[in-house]
């Protein structure tokens, strides 16, 4: 059996779901269609594999430039630490970002992909964080501690995420966040590129 393994650059279980979604992979969506088909060299199989690297960001990614730059440095920094070990590093960053034309202060995702050569980005989707929640960020505290404390919690960002506490569990983040690697992976598998 032909295999491709994929690196994706965070220890957090929600991101590596997501790239098992986004891929096709995940047990849970095995009636949906496969991206697999379309990966360079038709792989029989695909590893998805955890590599806790770091994002070369700050904590709390603000902006997209910096939220993007995330991803890449993930996706690069599998593919470096591990040599020739992984045929796609995958990077995934949330930050928060303004967007020209609206007030507030939103969640953003970034996925970057790599093969070592080409790099693939896409964005899922953004929410408008709440004002109580968007000036504490503003203050400079971190997204996933603020949230914690909004909901009286621990380990927001490896369940649920803000996305789902925002919209009442309405965005799930392993498919938000599965958007977002499924969009970087065009130039992977489209002919368009």
Known sequence: MVGMRVGVGSGNPVKRRAVEQALGVAAEHDSEPSLVD???????????????????????????????????NRAAAVLDAAGDEYDLGIGIEGGVARFDGTDGLFLVMWAAVSDGSR??????????????????????????????????????????????????????????????????LGPFVSDLY
Request: hydrophobic residues 40%; without cysteine.
């Open 38 to 72: 379309g990966l360079p060299g038709d792989p029989e199989a695909v590893a998805v594999e955890a590599v806790p690297v770091p994002s070369g960001v700050s904590e709390q990614p603000t902006g997209h430039a910096e939220t993007v730059a995330g991803a890449e």
């Open 119 to 184: 790099v693939g980005r896409s964005a899922g989707p953004s929410l408008e964080l709440p004002a109580a929640v968007a000036d504490r960020i503003d203050d400079g505290e971190e997204l996933g501690p603020v949230m914690d404390h909004v909901l009286d919690t621990n380990g927001v960002a490896k369940r649920g995420g803000a996305a789902g506490a925002l919209t009442n569990g309405r965005v799930d983040r392993a498919d938000a966040l599965a958007t977002a690697v499924a969009g970087a």
